[in-house]
């Protein structure tokens, strides 16, 4: 599976848009870009997934580039409970490929 | 159950001692993974189960870590003569062949004392 580059960590005020970036210049084209969260202490949460258009659902939403070499996640308005490490994955759907967990990048959102 | 449950939540070993972590996957889940975070660090992939096909076992980190999933359901994680590297929360994920996310666990925190 592609490797992913992020930064290590990032800040957010409370109630703003928080925009976590994800590079991954050697996608293949099977491959789809999977967000996780983990929160202090618990297991990893799936958050959301796509190929190449973008995605929401009610946790966040996923901006794929054209070339598909880098993505953002968007959580809308952030709040005190989306302090987490975010992981960005890119792995082939539909396969027993294991989820390639990184460093993922440490949101803190501010009060 | 509505989640995947592992058990126990902690775990405290004498090096050396033999231990058993369970994971109980999310009903009708075919797949199965087990990972390990130690502490500060990432996830580290250990093993992986899909129906009744032979395990991926390919993270395993030593031949004293061994795994198995039974009647496709209830899986048992098994290190034995434990090392004080071993201490880590050995987490379990399940979810419907192939597909989108997959449910974790809480994890079981295993300390080797």
């Known amino acids: 599976d592609a490797k992913t580059t992020q930064p290590t960590s990032m800040d957010c005020a409370e109630g703003r848009a928080a925009n976590l970036p994800c590079n991954h210049s050697?996608?293949?084209?099977?491959?789809?870009v999977y967000w996780y969260r983990q929160i202090h202490s618990q297991g990893p949460q799936y958050i959301i997934h796509g190929l190449k258009n973008n995605e929401t659902n009610e946790m966040a939403s996923l901006i794929i580039t054209e070339d598909r070499k880098s993505s953002t996640l968007i959580l809308p308005h952030a709040t005190l409970r989306d302090t987490a490490v975010y992981y960005c994955?890119?792995?082939?759907?539909?396969?027993?490929?294991?989820?390639?967990f990184g460093t993922g990048t440490s949101l803190t959102v501010i009060p | 159950g509505a989640g995947v449950s592992q058990s126990p939540s902690n775990k405290v070993t004498e090096k050396g001692k033999d231990v058993e972590l369970r994971c109980d996957p999310i009903s009708g889940h075919t797949a199965l993974y087990w990972y390990r975070q130690s502490l500060g660090q990432g996830l580290e992939f250990l093993i992986y189960?899909?129906?009744?096909?032979?395990?991926?076992k390919s993270g395993l980190p030593s031949d004293r870590f061994s795994a198995e999933r039974t009647g496709g359901s209830v899986s048992t994680l098994t290190i034995q003569r434990t090392q004080q590297e071993d201490s880590a929360v050995y987490l379990c994920a399940s979810s419907f062949s192939g597909e989108t996310g997959y449910t974790f666990g809480s994890g079981t925190r295993l300390t080797v004392v």
């Open positions: 994955i890119v792995r082939v759907a539909n396969t027993g490929n294991q989820f390639y």
């Open positions: 189960f899909q129906g009744n096909s032979a395990p991926d």
């Open positions: 050697t996608i293949s084209g099977n491959e789809y």
